[in-house]
């Protein structure tokens, strides 16, 4: 039996490109949604995974919608912390809701998700997590000071956790991918777009199957001497 992969936010964009590429490298791939009823439904008929809707920032719901996937799939031996919101403005216009909203999804999503997995993993003494940081969490952003210590967090959780999880064959590593041609870039204004671009040593946005790829190795038998690490896909953008 394949071993089992969940997705978190798996069903658009980069966590899509996820998903297939973990289906494709012969994993069964289970993909969370939060909100998005007709794109989970499209994702479904389209890749035949399955889709299960839970807010990844709600701990019990977490807790919950993991001890289902594993009834009725198997159990998670890889997880993909994918999910992520912005509510981006400068400090002084931030409203508490914008901070707090973030937080609660990207970085303590990461926590009630490995929460729910990490002791089955220990328990069979084998597992993958993977979280998916941000550039925004290396270097900052203006107008950013949410999603950036959120990810920057993100980095941080890894580096510990993979401590914690060494000894007993889990390995934690996170991705930090630069800007990518997702729906969350393309909502950004045209112009603004192209000075980012300008920014990127090799002169484009990255695809999200570029951040699959990377993902696909980390969560890989493969990959077992690799743990606590930081893998950035950015295109040169930021060298950290």
């Known amino acids: 039996m394949s071993r089992v992969a969940i997705v978190t936010g798996g069903t658009r964009g980069i966590g899509r490109a996820i998903c ?3 289906k494709d490298q012969g994993l069964t791939v289970v993909a969370n949604y939060a909100g998005n009823e007709e794109k989970a439904r499209a994702f479904s008929e389209e890749t035949g995974m399955p889709a299960y809707k839970w807010d990844v920032g709600d701990h019990e719901a ?3 919608g993991c001890r289902q996937v594993e009834r009725e799939v198997g159990p998670i031996e890889v997880l993909v912390n994918n999910a992520g919101i912005t509510r981006d403005g400068t400090l002084l216009k ?3 809701d914008d901070w707090y909203d973030v937080m609660r999804i ?5 926590f009630n998700m490995a929460k729910a997995v990490f002791p089955g993993m220990k328990e069979r003494g084998w597992g993958r997590i ?3 940081g941000s550039i925004n969490g290396q270097a900052g952003q203006y107008g950013q000071v949410n999603y950036a210590a959120a990810k ?3 980095h941080g959780f890894t580096k510990a956790l993979a401590q914690e999880g060494a000894r007993f064959g889990i390995t934690v590593n996170a991705i930090a991918p630069g800007y990518i041609d997702t729906d969350m870039v393309a909502a950004v204004p045209e112009n603004v777009l192209e000075k ?3 920014r990127i040593p090799v002169g484009r946005l990255g695809h999200a199957d570029e951040i699959a790829r990377g993902v696909a190795f980390l ?3 493969e990959a077992g001497f690799v743990t606590g690490s930081t893998m950035s896909i950015n295109g040169g953008q930021h060298m950290y």
């Open 62 to 64: 977490t807790l919950e």
């Open 106 to 110: 990207n970085l303590g999503g990461c």
């Open 94 to 96: 931030m409203t508490f």
């Open 130 to 132: 993977v979280n998916i």
């Open 152 to 154: 920057s967090g993100i």
């Open 219 to 221: 969560a890989s038998e």
């Open 196 to 198: 980012i671009v300008a």
């Open 20 to 22: 297939e590429t973990l």
